[in-house]
């Protein structure tokens, strides 16, 4: 464990997915990290069900992808209800095919996944220290220092690193410190979520199922034990507790034999167990900023969203992805300028605020669809319609949209100064597409966390020359008329940041000299 006279690079207040992902990441940079957590185990409750394909994606670069499938449960197919009537059946196993080599919405219970991240650190000699809470933390501006608090007791040490991460959740302290207003808003309606066990049914058949009921809605999920079923619904209760900030509480005094009648009314099943039951009310909140000098907020933290949708955890761990390699870079990187670093840093906060408000403003959208008085012929009209029944249909390009949408496949940072302007389908900005050939897929470079350059079809000479001089990892690949589909161009150089994102796509003779420049104006080494 830590000595009092260690100084770290990186000090991760919480380890929920957001602060486990970023010490993950940061420490494969070869970075110093630490991380503390108040509680005194990982939360045993379930959240986050749905881990989507771009996470998928990316723990291909720590070898976590496979770990991550094998715990998971491949939802195969979802189906529609009305008033008892069973209104569609749509096969979503292969829901973004063409899309990612990981086209289905994969189940795989928060508690789980967490379990498995930590493990994870572990085995690489990291260890959460626990029962310590992040108290207060001073900016000296060269490094901070933290006051933590441990229990039992209620000691407290200090700690120096250079950079502070608050991944601490809705209430985080970081925040608070630093000033960040949490901006947006609570709903009104209140949700239940249940973990339960029942017997084989219409409804527990590994499949899941969305039923609308005259007033109000419930959502059955599968995972990866047979039987066991996550239950999500809208209550029909009504009270005015309004204090919560999302975390699963009893305290709006409502307990599963409120709810019972309603999914009994829904599906008649045969309930044997509740494992888990709680209630919350849903937010959508974003911090005014997202970084004040050496602290920085990602997940919860900095922002929470409405549950349509299940966007809340994977968009955490895509900040903490963002974020690692750019702290990783300015640390490692010692003679790069204070204006270099300050340019870099920033584009943390202007690519993940605003996809964070993007996300929110989507889910919102889902979100007061789902709650408004007669929203059953509303959805119907305005969601199932245009959106689920063509995905029953297979209509190709609005499957692909839903998938994109959902998946986060759509994020992109094509506004960011980290991205070379362009033109066309594919654009610097964009995650990479994927291209599968025979039994090869196109994402077999993802395991890397470095710049790289990838080439399709002929590859200048020196190229190769030039990016073996700058440790950066080059793959040239035989041009495919598949190609043409994902959209990537004949005798381009596409330019790959180390979080996969593409930086510039580069064409014609001068490419070397744009390539330099490319590196040269933010003041980065590659
Ligand atoms: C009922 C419910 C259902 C949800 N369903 C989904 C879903 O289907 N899909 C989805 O993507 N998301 C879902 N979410 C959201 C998801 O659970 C969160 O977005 C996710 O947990 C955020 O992860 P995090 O690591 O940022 O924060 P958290 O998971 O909140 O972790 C924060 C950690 O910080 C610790 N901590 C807090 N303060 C301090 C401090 N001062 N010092 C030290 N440690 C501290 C806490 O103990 C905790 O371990 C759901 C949330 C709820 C409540
Ligand atoms: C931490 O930093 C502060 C301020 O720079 C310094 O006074 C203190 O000695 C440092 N502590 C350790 C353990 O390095
Ligand atoms: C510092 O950066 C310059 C280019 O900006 C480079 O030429 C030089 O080698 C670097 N020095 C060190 C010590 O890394
Ligand atoms: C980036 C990447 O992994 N490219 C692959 C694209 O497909 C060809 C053909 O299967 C592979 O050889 C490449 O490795």
């Known amino acids: 464990m830590r000595t009092p006279t260690d100084v770290y690079d990186v000090l991760i207040a919480g380890a929920g997915p957001t602060g486990l992902v970023l010490a993950l990441w940061l420490h494969h940079q070869g970075l110093k990290v630490h991380i503390v957590d108040q509680a005194e185990a990982p939360a045993k409750d379930s959240r986050a069900i749905v881990v989507h394909a771009r996470i998928v994606e990316l723990y291909r670069q720590l070898g976590l992808a496979d770990d991550l499938l094998e715990l998971g449960y491949k939802l195969p197919a979802t189906n529609l209800w009305f008033d008892g009537q069973h209104k569609a059946q749509i096969p979503i196993r292969e829901f973004g095919q063409d899309l990612t080599a990981y086209p289905f919405l994969l189940i795989v219970p928060q508690s789980e996944h967490e379990t498995m991240l930590e493990r994870r650190l572990n085995d690489l000699g990291v260890h959460v220290e626990r029962k310590t809470k992040l108290q207060d933390f001073v900016d000296h501006d060269s490094s901070i220092t933290a006051t933590l608090s441990h229990q039992p007791g209620g000691t407290s040490s200090t700690i120096n690193a250079s950079y502070i991460v608050g991944c601490d959740g809705a209430h985080s302290v970081v925040r608070r410190k630093i000033g960040a207003k949490y ?9 239940y979520i249940a973990d339960i066990e029942a017997r084989d049914d219409t409804f527990i058949n590994g499949e899941g199922h969305l039923i609308f009921t005259d007033d109000t809605y419930n959502l059955l999920v599968p995972y990866n034990k047979a039987g066991h079923v996550r239950v999500v619904g809208l209550t029909t209760q009504r009270n005015n507790d309004n204090n919560d900030h999302g975390s699963p509480t009893h305290e709006h005094g409502i307990a599963f034999e409120d709810v019972r009648p309603q999914i009994t009314k829904a599906t008649n099943i045969d309930i044997t167990k509740v494992n888990w039951f709680s209630t919350y009310r849903s937010h959508h909140r974003v911090a005014e900023k997202f970084r004040r000098n050496r602290a920085f907020l990602a997940g ?43 340019q870099l840093l920033e584009s943390y906060e202007s690519e993940r605020r605003s996809f964070a408000m993007m996300i929110v403003k989507s889910t919102d959208t889902g979100f007061t669809l789902i709650t408004s008085k007669g929203f059953v012929p509303h959805i119907v009209r305005t969601w199932v319609i245009p ?116 930086a510039g796509i580069f064409e014609g003779p001068s490419i070397e000299s744009e390539l330099k420049e490319y590196f040269a104006t933010r003041g980065l080494k590659c």
């Open 387 to 502: 959106y689920l029944a063509p995905l029953a249909l297979k209509f190709d390009a609005a499957r692909g949209r839903v998938f994109k949408g959902l998946s986060q496949l759509i994020c992109n940072y094509r506004a960011s100064s980290l991205s070379r302007s362009g033109e066309g389908a594919v654009q610097a900005g964009d995650r990479l597409p994927w291209a599968e050939m025979d039994e090869e897929d196109n994402f077999s470079t993802l395991r890397y966390v470095c710049w790289q350059l990838h080439a399709y079809g002929e590859i200048l000479p020196h190229l190769e020359e030039w990016a073996r001089d700058n440790g950066v990892k080059v793959f040239a690949f035989d041009w495919h008329d598949q190609y043409v589909k994902a959209g990537l161009v004949k005798d381009a150089v596409y330019l790959l940041r180390p979080d996969q994102y593409i």
């Open 183 to 191: 901006e947006g808003d609570t709903y009104e309606p209140l949700f």
């Open 300 to 342: 919860d933290a900095a922002h929470i969203h409405s549950p349509a949708g299940g966007q809340g955890m994977n968009t955490g761990i895509m900040d903490a992805i963002n974020l690692a390699w750019k702290l990783a870079t300015v640390l490692k990187q010692t003679n790069m300028s204070e204006d270099a670093k300050h």
